[in-house]
């Protein structure tokens, strides 16, 4: 018996080196992506027309790999070492906190790439259930009595955070920047949510599938594709009267790609998402093309909407320090 | 085992002359009692067992057996199995192998800090799963004790198979000792003494003494550790980085599935591992029966 039990081991051991051994060669061409929520359908569309053009270009075939999660979550990981050669979070200030902490990459990222190392754009939208039997129009609608509201976290979800600032754009726009009143909207806001869940992903599951709430606040892109995978006769797709420009940017993580030897490749990819073959796959997934070509090709779907933007509220590092660092207003409106 | 089965003997004879049909003894319930009860154990566990196992294959099966078969054999889904499998493998026998170490230790020798390694054994079952992985993280990451070092050295640890394997084996370390422990405590060492005075040797007298004796609920333990390696989803999903097709293991696979609406393929996954679960069920179920059958 004792014999077996170690013959049994040395098994596993020699099948848990033959794993790593090929894990190791399959290394040298692959490229691991980390990204946020919403994105896996973007990023499936994205690594296939990648590939194939690498393969034309190089002659050498490469396999992308995927992580999704909260954004927070995932720049997090970056920094305890998970090996991510290109991050493509939901804001700047999670790729900010990995040049900080681990100084992985240059802390001017964001002038690498063109438009702020942001290659598509979003902006936040209501998705209400069909016919709109609240009848929610803007955001005055969704501070009414016996309106439920989902919105994921805002300490944890990068999408949280543009949806809480699309609001409070509006609440300070309507108040004249009264901060007193902007932040009695707000509380009533969140009062009226439901279901706080910790991701993007998981508040749409939550209004879609499990069918709690009148109205989610969620990612354009990610309102549409509730539509598409679930049907459109079960909702509705509402544009308020001024939202945010939500810019999710995109970044090499250079000290992992030196090491790994892919900073080639890594550069091409991050890329490939400004060209024209690129940009028509983030509109064909809902995102905001820079490419004023293509934005005008898909402007039905895209339309037209009042923007404020992150400077409005002093950058990433202001408006984290204000609104989501412990003990920030929206602790203090939220018990 | 058979100590405990004789004191009953007599009570077993006295039945027959105390049961008589005009006069109901006190322990018979009027009929619509005896139903009522029945009626609500066999509505609770179809409500909170049955019906959700059912809808686990009725779910999976929605769309066809075509769409099950490919939702179990794309080569994402086949990855996370292998990776499964695979820490299966590993833990295991390790735990295996551990339990039965320190079940000796713990039951046979008496020595200082007895109580303080039976603790440390039952530390697991004690923390959450999340708090194991985060350790890990906090040890292993590259801000933790050994980050620079193993990052230096292009050693990956968490975020790759050894973090899963470290966090899975810390969570399920007491499944066999815990299972053993208190079993070679009831039947004591006589045997083994004998054994070893008569000149066999330590490892001769385990393998033809000790190990027949707790072979029964070593096997239960082993069950155990199985089911839990298998299903473990708190430690490895804090450790694992979730990169498709290397670092999910099947219950953070059918996470991804269900949150990228793919409803169907995530039942076709947890279906799957319900048959495990209901195998290993099975297995516990044989191994009982066959075990009473020794004792007896």
């Known amino acids: 018996m004792t014999k ?11 099948i848990s080196g033959c794993s790593s051994s090929n894990a190791s060669e399959k290394e040298s061409l692959t490229l691991l992506n980390v990204s946020y929520d919403p994105t896996r359908e973007l990023y499936h569309d994205i690594n296939e027309a990648f ?6 270009d190089t002659g050498q075939t490469i396999t992308i790999q995927q992580s999704h999660g909260g954004s927070g979550k995932q720049g997090r990981a970056v920094i305890d070492g998970i090996r991510a050669d290109v991050v493509t979070l939901a804001l700047a200030y999670d790729i900010d906190e990995i040049a900080k902490n681990r100084s992985l990459l240059p802390t001017n990222w964001q002038q690498l790439l063109p438009n702020g190392s942001a290659p598509y754009t979003s902006t936040i939208v209501f998705l209400v259930r069909k016919g709109n039997p609240k009848n929610i129009r803007d955001w005055d609608d969704l501070v009414k009595d016996h309106v439920s509201v989902i919105t994921p976290n805002p300490k944890t979800s990068g999408g949280a955070r543009w949806n809480y600032l699309a609001a409070w754009a509006y609440a300070a726009t309507v108040n004249r920047h009264n901060d007193a009143q902007t932040i009695a909207f707000m509380k009533k806001l969140y009062g009226n949510v439901e279901v ?6 998981g508040s749409t599951t939550t209004f879609v599938e499990r069918g709690i709430g009148d109205v989610l606040i969620a990612w354009e892109n990610e309102a549409y594709l509730s539509l598409n995978e679930v049907g459109k006769d079960d909702f509705e797709i509402i544009t308020p009267s001024l939202s945010i420009l939500a810019e999710p940017p995109v970044a090499v993580i250079k000290k992992n790609t030196q090491r790994r030897g892919t900073n080639e490749v890594a550069n091409a990819y991050l890329s490939f998402l400004y060209t024209e073959k690129g940009q028509e796959i983030a509109a064909k997934n809902y995102y905001r093309p820079r490419n004023k070509k293509i934005l005008r090709h898909y402007n039905t779907q895209f339309p037209s909407v009042k923007l404020a933007t992150i400077n409005d509220f002093g950058g990433w590092q202001h408006a984290q320090k204000i609104h989501f660092t412990d003990g920030g207003l929206f602790d203090a409106m939220y018990q | 085992m058979s100590a405990t089965l004789l004191p009953e003997a007599p009570k077993q004879q006295k039945i027959p002359k ?11 319930e009027p009929l619509i009692v005896q139903w009522t009860l029945i009626g609500i154990s066999v509505a609770f566990l179809s409500l909170f067992l049955l019906l959700p196992l059912a809808m686990i294959f009725i779910s999976a099966l929605q769309k066809g057996v075509v769409v099950y078969v490919e939702a179990i054999t794309n080569s994402e889904a086949l990855s996370a199995i292998k990776l499964t499998l695979l820490v299966v493998l590993i833990v295991v026998p390790l735990n295996t192998l551990f339990g039965i170490l320190s079940a000796l230790l713990i039951s046979h020798h008496h020595f200082k800090g ?5 603790t440390l054994i039952d530390l697991p079952f004690a923390v959450s799963p999340v708090i194991a992985g985060l350790i890990f993280v906090l040890i292993f990451g590259a801000q933790g004790l050994f980050g620079e070092w193993l990052l230096n050295h292009d050693i990956y640890v968490i975020f790759a198979l050894p973090g899963i394997v470290l966090a899975t084996l810390f969570v399920t370390v007491p499944f ?3 299972e053993l422990i208190p079993l070679m405590q009831s039947q004591g060492q006589a045997e083994e003494e004998a054994s070893h005075s008569l000149g066999a040797s330590a490892l001769k007298t385990f393998i033809y003494i000790t190990l027949p004796k707790i072979k029964w609920g070593l096997l239960y333990g082993i069950i155990l550790c199985n089911a839990r390696v298998i299903g ?5 999903s804090v450790v694992s980085g979730h990169i498709r097709g290397l670092t999910n293991t099947m219950p953070l696979h059918i996470e991804v599935l269900y949150n990228e609406y793919q409803f ?22 044989v191994i009982e029966w066959r075990s009473k059958e020794v004792s007896s």
């Open chain 1, 4 to 14: 077996k039990m170690i013959f049994f081991v040395l098994f596993c051991l020699v």
């Open chain 1, 51 to 56: 590939a194939k053009q690498w393969q034309q």
């Open chain 1, 196 to 201: 706080l869940d910790s991701g993007a992903r």
């Open chain 2, 18 to 28: 105390v049961h008589n049909p005009k006069t109901p003894t006190t322990t018979k």
């Open chain 2, 114 to 118: 007895k109580s303080l390694l039976l």
């Open chain 2, 176 to 178: 066999v000792a815990r």
């Open chain 2, 232 to 236: 473990e989803f708190g430690a490895v």
């Open chain 2, 264 to 285: 169907t393929a995530a039942f076709a996954v947890a279906s799957l591992m319900s048959i495990l679960a209901l195998l290993t069920i099975l297995i516990k179920n």
